[in-house]
């Protein structure tokens, strides 16, 4: 039996805002775009926010408008913040590192989604269970809520964890998914856009029961091979395949220095920092071993080299990962590979060959 579950973060970048800025918490926040600028748009909004009527992709002006309107009522002032989108990167990878702590097969699907394969759980009960523990371990560690959906496929799946937003799970058995998604307007199906819901309103199509009027050759005559794909999704029919997880293949810190330098001292002290790091982000991304070390320079003319050893057995060992960085440093630091004794702008430090 196919047991799909899909995961989506809440308002993922304002949840990360106001979890890292208590002042923030509860107050309507926007992550966008700087409305003094006047150009781009909201990334999102917190749940304060939107009911405003603001929302992801709109002009961050028009954002700017409805929060002025909403504090001209004596509603709450709303906070315009630009995005720190390597914190929300940093955050994401954690919550994927913990989601396949539990879960073998998981499919990312942008920074704050995923399917998972959960067909391994003997039935829906046990995989909503299972659901229901990552959830709360990722509010336990990360302090964020999640929203899940599980059904017999992914467009169930999908849809299913958008019903009950936030901090939602909800289940779709096999039977129900055909009843559950009828009265949906149709772009709550994936795959439409505005485009063709202005298409298909025009045609008095508003909902999936309305679609469901049509015969696969009608949707065709209407919007080619999609409206084929159409006429199944509105059934409830999709694909229950995950596309196999994408690995990192490496696992890097590198730092520019803020002037260029040739201490020694001060080169080993921040070598060792980074092997300190990528020994450390290793468990976090799922894997316990390593058998390639790769150093990185660059010198001050932006001139940049690699040098990297790969041991016999993969190991995991502080001590072979300092003794191999150290081998792989100290020609750059010489004669060696360094004739006129340049100066280094940045050093780096890279495991690959990563086992679980
Ligand atoms: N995002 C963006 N621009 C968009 C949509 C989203 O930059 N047009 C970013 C900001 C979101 C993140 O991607 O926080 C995740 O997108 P979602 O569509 O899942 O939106 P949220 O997680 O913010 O809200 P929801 O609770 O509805 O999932
Ligand atoms: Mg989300």
């Known amino acids: 039996m196919n047991i799909i579950g899909h995961l989506d973060m809440d308002a993922f970048y304002a949840a990360v805002e106001e979890r890292d800025h208590p002042e923030w918490r509860g107050v309507p926040l926007v992550v966008g775009a700087d409305p003094q600028e006047g150009r781009g748009v909201v990334a999102t909004a917190n749940y304060a926010a939107r009911r405003y009527g603001i929302h992801s992709a709109m002009p961050i002006t028009r954002a700017w408008a409805l929060a002025e309107a909403a504090r001209r009522r004596g509603e709450p002032e709303t906070v315009f913040i630009t995005p720190n989108f390597r914190?929300?990167?940093?955050?994401?990878?954690?919550?994927?590192?913990?989601?396949?702590?539990?879960?073998?097969?998981?499919?990312?699907?942008?920074?704050?989604?995923?399917?998972?394969?959960?067909?391994?759980?003997?039935?829906?009960?046990?995989?909503?269970?299972?659901c229901q523990t990552i959830k709360e371990e990722i509010k336990a560690r990360e302090g964020l809520t999640a929203?899940?959906?599980?059904?017999?496929?992914?467009?169930?799946?999908?849809?299913?964890s958008d019903f009950q937003k936030p901090d939602g799970l909800t289940v779709v058995r096999p039977g129900e998914a055909e009843d559950l998604l009828a009265p949906l307007p149709i772009r709550k199906i994936p795959g439409v856009g505005p485009k063709t819901e202005e298409f298909l309103a025009r045609r008095g199509i508003r909902t999936v029961a309305d679609i469901k009027r049509f015969s696969p050759e009608d949707l065709e005559g209407l919007l080619g091979k999609w409206g084929l794909a159409l006429y199944d999704k509105a059934r409830g029919r999709g694909s229950a395949t995950l596309r196999a997880a994408r690995e990192p293949k490496s696992i890097g810190e590198q730092e520019t220095f803020a002037a260029d330098t040739g201490d020694l001292e001060f080169l080993f002290e921040r070598l060792w920092a980074m092997c300190r790091g990528v020994l450390a982000s290793l468990p976090k991304e799922g894997f316990r071993t390593f058998r390639t070390v790769v150093v990185t320079v660059r010198f001050a003319d932006f001139k940049t080299h690699t040098r990297s050893h790969t041991l016999p057995q993969p190991v995991n060992s502080w001590r072979v990962l300092q003794f191999e960085a150290m081998k792989l440093l100290m020609p750059f630091l010489d004669r060696r590979e360094n004739p006129q004794r340049k100066l280094i702008r940045l050093l780096g430090v890279r495991l690959e060959k990563l086992g679980r």
């Open 147 to 160: 929203s899940v959906g599980l059904g017999s496929n992914k467009l169930v799946a999908k849809i299913a």
């Open 87 to 130: 914190r929300y990167a940093e955050i994401s990878r954690r919550i994927m590192a913990l989601i396949r702590g539990q879960v073998p097969l998981v499919q990312e699907v942008g920074i704050d989604e995923a399917y998972l394969d959960l067909s391994f759980c003997p039935s829906f009960g046990r995989a909503r269970e299972l």
